[in-house]
């Protein structure tokens, strides 16, 4: 969750209106990071909105916070990505489509940055999304699978 430059926009899909579903709360490692490896918590905030920090493993140990929330596109879910800034400013948005893989997993799919087309309303980016997500080019080319740890 959360690596590479996904396509990214000023609005999101949606306002925070949908609950988040309850398998994405908790503690995720990503698949094929070493022991205490990359790590993201996804905690509820308030309403809607999920708290979600990402901790990598590296040389220098980083830690990114952000907020996200869930929007439901033609029955697939969607998480709307905004990374916590200290400065302030507009947030923007980054998207990824997620598919739960049993009880403990779940695969991430990078809505691909080739994407230009730029968008003013979310009316208007989820009728995009609504047309293109089927399309091959849509998507980055990799996943990223991650193990619930807690």
């Known amino acids: 969750m959360l690596m590479g430059c996904p396509y990214s ?7 925070a ?11 995720w ?4 990071s070493e022991e205490g490896g990359d790590k993201v918590e996804v905690k509820r905030g308030s309403g809607n909105v999920l708290e979600i920090t990402k901790t ?3 040389e220098y140990g980083t830690s990114d916070n952000y907020t ?15 990374e916590v800034s ?6 923007s948005y980054y998207f990824y489509k997620v598919e739960k893989q049993g009880d403990n997993k779940i695969v991430l799919y990078a809505v691909t940055a080739n ?12 009728d995009f999304f609504s047309k293109n997500m089927q399309n091959s080019y849509f998507f980055d080319a990799g996943e990223e ?4 740890i807690k």
């Not at 926009?9 to 306002?15: E, I, K």
């Not at 209106?17 to 503690?27: E, Q, S, W």
């Not at 200290?86 to 947030?91: I, T």
């Open 9 to 15: 926009s000023t609005v999101p899909l949606s306002q």
């Open 17 to 27: 209106d949908t609950k988040a579903p309850d398998y994405l709360i908790g503690t």
């Open 29 to 32: 490692e990503l698949s094929g």
């Open 56 to 58: 990598s493993s590296g």
């Open 68 to 82: 996200g929330h869930i929007t439901t596109v033609n029955n697939t879910l969607f998480i709307n990505l905004a």
């Open 86 to 91: 200290e400065y302030g400013g507009d947030p």
């Open 115 to 126: 994407i230009r087309e730029t968008f003013d309303n979310q009316n208007s980016l989820r």
């Open 145 to 148: 699978t991650y193990y619930k």
